[in-house]
């Protein structure tokens, strides 16, 4: 299951900011996966939501500065990945939950600009919102195919809230429990719960 893929590696950290990542490459494809939070670094980064104008594109929107920082420390990697599944003709993945999922969101971006002839998946599981309303009509075009999947009304894909300006991107795969705007969930964010939601999506398909 690509979940389990997902939560799953041989996790490299990136010393200054405290990033972790893997890199699995086949014949066929390239994946990155982008793991979740597990140090006092991270959850600090989480919250470090004001907003950062990202001017390396042609049109200026914002992001999320935390998430951003932690994108940046490995963007080189990225870059090269991008690189060389684009020369090889091979496809590539890009998987995260939870933090993971959110720099996930900024790596499809990045890729999908500099390397517009790269047929990129993306399984993105439980972000938080990384990107603000600026810019919006960019970001949907270049996020469009990304699959982010939101298990019921889990707290963390409701943060930073709307009132800072910031909204989701890409292809919505709601799971679990109906969505309400107004409901939080910590336990819907487990690895556990959102394993069972999936099962249950998927076993409804």
Known sequence: ?????TITADWITEPKTDTQY???ETKEKIAIKLQGSTSK???????SFWVKPYKEME???FVHYGFFKKFKSVKKIIYQKGLDASNGAKK???LGYSQGAAIGLITAEYLRFHFSDLEIEAHLFEPPRVFTFIGSKVLKERLKGVKIYLNGNDIVTKVPPWIFAY???GEKVLIGKKRRWWKISIKEHRIN???RALDDFF???
Do not use: C, P
């Open 203 to 205: 076993k409804g398909t």
């Open 1 to 5: 299951m690509i979940f389990k893929q």
């Open 41 to 47: 670094t991270d959850w600090i980064q989480n919250f």
């Open 193 to 195: 719960s959102v394993r």
């Open 92 to 94: 590539l993945v890009i």
């Open 167 to 169: 909204k989701h991107y």
């Open 59 to 61: 049109n200026l929107f």
């Open 22 to 24: 893997a890199v699995e």
